[in-house]
């Protein structure tokens, strides 16, 4: 980051940037202490999670009518533009993107007899277990379980990977499909137990270091993933690690989650044209061209998607069609203007926990969290 903000310096030496790092685990803690304090930043990172809550707490401004802002999110995908617009106005241009995909290792199901990766979640339980039972590995599915102040991706990913979503586009829960996955998620953890139940201390990082070190097969995850997984400098599995759509319950291809990490402008800037151009520059396809060859990240813009250059540099860590696949069928969370998504969030992640210790079965979380959902939307009504 501090090369991009030298970057951006370098050509407007008018503008001094004080760059803050913060860890991602700490990240929204530390941001909204600050702002309580009166001591936010002037532009910053934020999540399409914390987005309507921090609107709502008066932590940002609009970008609408501002210089370059049009120009952005008319190139972007229509899932991107949606996390970062809220009761129609815009907040954010992009940071980074990802979707969702089933990552599987390859040369581990080769060793067991498996051409071609699941389609169906029953398929992925047998591969699984036909892994399991050759004595590969004894869970060959890794998730990261730990609770967070992000978004359990994983979870999501299954839900619209089989064209489902926890709720209508009004925010009423819908959970027919959700409830369909967390039966499978848990049969999977304390029947077939093919999911690794260490993945209850996992957070992104040290399962990306798993799947690395070849403890796991599968898992769902940021198709970005893979320019690290598939980093011979970095990865004893590299060559062997490859995205595949999610699997369905009933096999059709329906789609995948995405996620927008985005910059954003305090409400309470003294200093917003600079900070405007900060942004644009940040939020514009040069700079996420830089991030993209730089890190793999994924790209909002699309026409980044058949730039020459950018297709040859992902071509030697995932396979183009794929990839590009995933972003075009990738839809946003369909919740994520609702002011209380956050406390759904949180209690999203202990049921999933309850799903894989087996303290409850795939109807009664998804009874609890229709009921958690009903309750936050009359608190916050």
């Known amino acids: 980051m501090q090369q991009n903000l030298d970057r951006f310096t370098a050509t407007n030496a008018d503008i001094k940037v004080e760059y803050t790092p913060i860890t991602s685990a700490q990240y929204v803690r530390k941001v909204v202490a600050e702002f309580t304090g009166n001591n936010g930043p002037d532009a910053l990172y934020c999540y399409d999670d914390s987005l309507a809550s921090w609107v709502q707490a008066g932590y940002l401004q609009p970008l609408d009518g501002l210089p370059g802002v049009d120009e952005i999110y008319q190139g972007i995908y229509a899932s991107n533009a949606q996390a970062m617009t809220f009761q129609g106005k815009r907040y954010g241009l992009p940071y980074y993107t990802d979707c969702q995909a089933l990552i599987y290792n390859a040369a581990m199901l080769d060793k067991a007899g498996i051409t071609t990766p699941p389609t169906t979640l029953d398929e992925l339980e047998q591969q699984a277990l036909k892994l399991k039972n050759a004595g590969v590995l004894q869970h060959p599915i890794g998730f990261a379980a730990q609770l967070s102040d992000a978004w359990a991706g994983w979870i999501?990913?299954?839900?619209?990977?089989?064209?489902?979503?926890?709720?209508?586009?009004?925010?009423?829960?819908?959970?027919?499909?959700?409830?369909?996955?967390?039966?499978?998620?848990?049969?999977?953890?304390?029947?077939?137990?093919?999911?690794?139940?260490?993945?209850?201390?996992?957070?992104?990082?040290?399962?990306?270091?798993?799947?690395?070190?070849?403890?796991?097969?599968?898992?769902?995850?940021?198709?970005?993933?893979?320019?690290?997984?598939?980093?011979?400098?970095?990865?004893?599995?590299?060559?062997?690690?490859?995205?595949?759509?999610?699997?369905?319950?009933?096999?059709?291809?329906?789609?995948?989650?995405?996620?927008?990490?985005?910059?954003?402008?305090?409400?309470?800037?003294?200093?917003?044209?600079?900070?405007?151009?900060?942004?644009?520059?940040?939020?514009?396809?040069?700079?996420?061209?830089?991030?993209?060859?730089?890190?793999?990240?994924?790209?909002?813009?699309?026409?980044?998607?058949?730039?020459?250059?950018?297709?040859?540099?992902?071509?030697?860590?995932?396979?183009?069609?794929?990839?590009?696949?995933?972003?075009?069928?990738?839809?946003?969370?369909?919740?994520?203007?609702?002011?209380?998504?956050?406390?759904?969030?949180?209690?999203?992640?202990?049921?999933?926990?309850?799903?894989?210790?087996?303290?409850?079965?795939?109807?009664?979380?998804a009874a609890s969290l229709a009921e958690t959902a009903t309750s936050l939307a009359k608190k916050y009504s």
């Open 156 to 365: 999501w990913g299954l839900v619209y990977g089989s064209g489902g979503a926890m709720f209508t586009d009004n925010f009423t829960p819908s959970m027919a499909t959700a409830q369909k996955v967390f039966d499978w998620v848990h049969k999977a953890a304390t029947t077939s137990k093919i999911i690794d139940p260490a993945g209850l201390q996992l957070t992104p990082v040290p399962l990306d270091n798993a799947m690395m070190a070849g403890q796991y097969a599968f898992t769902i995850g940021s198709r970005y993933a893979l320019r690290t997984y598939n980093d011979p400098a970095k990865s004893k599995q590299a060559g062997k690690m490859k995205l595949a759509a999610i699997p369905s319950i009933d096999g059709t291809t329906k789609g995948t989650v995405s996620s927008t990490r985005m910059y954003c402008l305090s409400a309470k800037t003294s200093v917003k044209d600079h900070a405007v151009r900060l942004l644009n520059y940040l939020g514009g396809p040069e700079t996420a061209r830089f991030w993209f060859m730089q890190r793999g990240l994924g790209f909002a813009f699309k026409e980044m998607a058949v730039d020459a250059e950018i297709k040859a540099t992902l071509a030697k860590f995932a396979e183009p069609d794929v990839y590009t696949g995933l972003a075009e069928n990738a839809k946003a969370r369909n919740v994520l203007g609702a002011p209380w998504y956050s406390e759904f969030e949180a209690a999203l992640q202990k049921s999933v926990q309850q799903l894989l210790t087996n303290q409850a079965d795939g109807a009664a979380v």
